[in-house]
């Protein structure tokens, strides 16, 4: 089983800012790397699939980034909405696996 | 658009059997694997299962292999997971998801059904 770390666990970051999440699998996934944001009460929402491509009415301030071990989230200039949990989840191999989330929160 | 709709959650006792299922509509079902995730509570997503198009693959994942089963109605657009043999650890919100084809992320998710399962 591929083990997706992700880290830090909680970032604070103040509105207007970069954030940059970071993940990071136990063995390579290539570039079958998605990343999804929740929000309290919510159900997840895709971000980014692919390592690099947005979803369908993904605001461009966010992007991704990566291949292989290492990938990268980053929201550009945070806004209020953006305040959430976010996951990686790779489907280059059986089982599919998340990771265990990163809460972004505000500073 | 796409809409997914969980429904059968509930509070069941350990050793009990659940059936979720999850209506689909806004895309052609038959045509895309679906998924099962799950959340604990106060936890992250954990991936419990994925059936192919037409039914006939299914994977599971270890924590759940035995005792649910995956499948699916295409000419209803209805997915379901059978759960025997329910645990505390099984207690989660149950998202079913629309995935890609062929890579399998979830690109579309249902707002989930909420499994207790105590005595």
């Known amino acids: 089983e591929i083990v997706m770390t992700q880290s830090p666990a909680t970032l604070s970051v103040s509105p207007g800012e970069r954030a940059t999440l970071s993940c990071r699998a136990s063995?390579?996934?290539?570039?079958?790397l998605a990343w999804y944001q929740q929000k309290p009460g919510q159900a997840p929402r895709l971000l980014i699939y692919g390592a690099s491509t947005r979803a369908t009415g993904i605001p461009a301030r966010f992007s991704g980034s990566g291949s292989g071990t290492e990938f990268t989230l980053t929201i550009s200039s945070l806004q209020s909405e953006d305040f959430a949990v976010y996951y990686c989840?790779?489907?280059?191999?059986?089982?599919?696996?998340f990771g265990g989330g990163t809460k972004v929160e505000i500073k | 658009e796409v809409q997914l709709l969980e429904s059968g959650g509930g509070l069941v006792q350990p050793g009990g059997s659940l059936r979720l299922s999850c209506a689909a509509s806004?895309?052609?079902?038959?045509?895309?694997?679906m998924s099962w995730v799950r959340q604990a509570p106060g936890k992250g997503l954990e991936w419990v299962s994925t059936i192919g198009g037409s039914g006939a693959a299914t994977d599971y994942a270890d924590s759940v292999k035995g005792r649910f089963i995956t499948s699916r109605d295409n000419p209803k657009n209805t997915l379901h997971l059978q759960m025997n043999s329910l645990r505390a650890e099984d207690t989660a919100v149950y998202y079913c998801?629309?995935?890609?084809?062929?890579?399998?992320?979830?690109?579309?998710w249902g707002k989930g059904t909420t499994v207790t399962v105590s005595s």
């Open positions: 998801a629309k995935d890609h084809n062929p890579n399998i992320y979830m690109d579309v």
């Open positions: 063995q390579s996934v290539s570039s079958k």
């Open positions: 989840q790779q489907f280059n191999n059986w089982p599919l696996t």
């Open positions: 806004g895309f052609t079902f038959s045509s895309y694997p």
